[in-house]
């Protein structure tokens, strides 16, 4: 690293609300260096995505003001050159790449020319040579076949070939800066590892500077050279990684590290609530050589195909287990979860639900397990009516169920929102008022509504941050002691199933490839998929290097046609 490409000086940013004045960002002073890569990391709301839209003058509401400080790139102050000047920057001198790319990638347009349309706006070459160009792109983020590729649509890729497409995007127009917002929390590890690569590959090769947006220190561990915390649209703390990992001075950042799920943590598998007599007991869950088949595609190829989603799989899960259900995307984890709780047609074999078989008894099968089973969803948000408070939820789930009396049905609300840990002013509430957090555990006592014996949990903790995270581990940890819950826990970061789950099950492409104790596993996996996975995680060891060519021998199909569902 020499110099610094940009120097933030008390960048301050208010909303100007009916309320009153509210500040966003107080007094950010941050400087990037050239060649660097840096990581801002901060929980939801701490302020570091509306730290770089600052950068690029792209605040999300008309009511939020950059009040004072200054922005210089290269000198130049951005907070004072004029829209059309401004025009230039974003993209020209700095790129942005999103969380999302499927929200940021325009689906009716092939992903070559959304390439080559900045190449063309920015450095004004005619569409032959604009094309050329977006193919040499298209083959630096590791499309394949790039001039085949090039006139695909977004849809016809896995969301890792999306965000590598979302890459080039932002490079066709060779900017100086990168801003790289939450780039991976939506991919599975060894295609995060893929990008993650990719990135400092990118940084290596072109000397661009890189601001990494990031709520996981696996991954600021690995992969960039400072380290910035933001909390309540403050910095609280910024320096070197290894010195802010190895002596974090902030309380905050503490936290921060103590949160994080690392693999090679000291913490030891939950033990086995089992003796020998819950062993010899019966499942509570049983699967048997369970297969599920889609028609789909071959609209205008000649025929319908037809697609494996689970393949031959089966699988006994004992009342009060915790087991942990891990994989890339498209390996067969949640259909396997639909398939349990018949909302999804079994193809062939069996799903045995205390006792009743719901390929035989179907009827009788999904009224036990409408009863008795509930799932906890990824998104706490959409998961939630955003029309009723939480206590107008879980009275409808309470009054449907006929468990409980309705007299007894608002002390039942309460003791449902001690259970995880809200106050039970909640119960007031509607979902748009509350965190993350708070909204998923919302979700969480929801299903706790039906008095289950069996919860799925379907990357329940995913969009979360890590500190949220751990707290919503710790209340299942707590649940399904106190409750002896059953609890399937579908998941694709693998630190959170070892220290959450007695026992790990792995899916790849429909099949179960590998299960045993998680302590067995983690220690010595007998699958090269499986240690592939393990290897992929970021750890918080800034010395354990990020795994070259993660995945590569397992990296799931660039179409959708050849991916699962």
Excluded: W
């Amino acid at each position: 690293m020499s110099g610094s490409v940009l120097s933030v000086r008390d960048l301050t940013v208010r909303a100007h609300l009916d309320s009153g004045t509210r500040t966003l960002l107080d007094a950010v002073s941050l400087d990037l260096g050239s060649g660097e890569i840096l990581g801002l990391v901060g929980e939801s709301g701490s302020g570091k995505s509306l730290f770089c839209r600052s950068l690029v003058r792209l605040l999300p509401s008309s009511l939020l003001k950059i009040e004072s400080g200054s922005v210089l790139l290269e000198g130049r102050d951005l907070t004072r050159i004029d829209d059309r000047e401004m025009l230039q920057v974003r993209g020209g001198e700095i790129g942005m790449i999103f969380q999302n790319p499927t929200s940021h990638l325009d689906p009716v347009m092939r992903i070559g020319d959304q390439v080559a349309e900045g190449i063309r706006y920015h450095q004004g070459l005619s569409a032959r040579e604009a094309r050329a160009a977006a193919v040499e792109i298209l083959s630096q983020v590791g499309f394949p076949d790039p001039a085949r590729q090039y006139d695909s649509y977004p849809y016809e890729f896995s969301g890792g070939m999306r965000q590598r497409a979302m890459i080039g995007v932002a490079l066709s127009c060779n900017p100086k800066i990168l801003i790289a917002d939450e780039p991976t929390t939506a991919l599975d590890v060894t295609i995060q590892a893929q990008i993650l690569r990719l990135l400092i590959d990118i940084r290596d090769r072109r000397g661009l500077s890189i601001i990494l947006i990031t709520h996981d220190l696996g991954i600021v561990a690995q992969t960039c050279d400072r380290i910035a915390v933001m909390r309540g649209g403050k910095l609280i703390e910024a320096g070197p990684k290894r010195a802010i990992l190895a002596r974090p001075q902030h309380p905050y950042t503490v936290s921060l590290i103590d949160s994080h799920p690392s693999i090679s943590g000291e913490q030891p598998a939950p033990p086995s609530v089992h003796g020998d007599a819950g062993r010899s007991a019966r499942p509570l869950l049983e699967v048997d050589d369970l297969h599920v088949r889609f028609r789909g595609g071959g609209l205008f190829k000649g025929g319908a195909k037809t697609i494996s989603a689970v393949s031959g799989v089966s699988l006994r899960i004992m009342p009060g287990e915790t087991v942990g259900i891990v994989g890339e995307s498209g390996s067969g984890k949640s259909t396997l979860a639909r398939a349990v709780l018949g909302l999804t047609p079994l193809s062939a074999g069996h799903v045995t639900f205390d006792g009743v078989d719901l390929a035989q008894q179907r009827k009788a099968g999904l009224a036990k397990l409408r009863r008795e089973t509930a799932m906890v969803f990824q998104d706490p948000y959409n998961a939630l009516n955003p029309r009723l408070t939480i206590g107008q939820m879980l009275a409808e789930v309470l009054k449907v169920q006929g468990k409980v009396a309705r007299a007894e049905i608002p002390a039942r609300i309460g003791e449902l929102l001690d259970l995880v840990g809200l106050e039970r002013e909640f119960a007031d509430r509607k979902p748009r008022s509350m965190s993350g957090g708070q909204c998923q555990r919302a979700g969480i006592a929801r299903a706790l509504a039906v008095d289950p014996k069996l919860i799925i949990a379907d990357e329940c903790v995913a969009a979360l941050d890590v500190t949220i995270q751990a707290q919503i581990i710790e209340l299942f940890r707590q649940l399904t002691a106190k409750m002896n819950l059953t609890l399937m826990f579908i998941a694709h970061d693998l630190a959170i199933v070892r220290n959450l789950c007695e026992r790990v099950v792995v899916m790849y492409r429909g099949e179960i490839i590998e299960e045993g104790g998680s302590e067995e596993v983690f220690a010595r996996p007998k699958h090269a998929y499986t240690a592939a996975l393990i290897a992929a995680i970021p750890d918080i060891d800034p010395d354990k290097p990020l795994l070259q060519g993660a995945g590569r021998s397992h990296d799931p199909q660039t179409t959708s046609s050849k991916r699962m569902p």
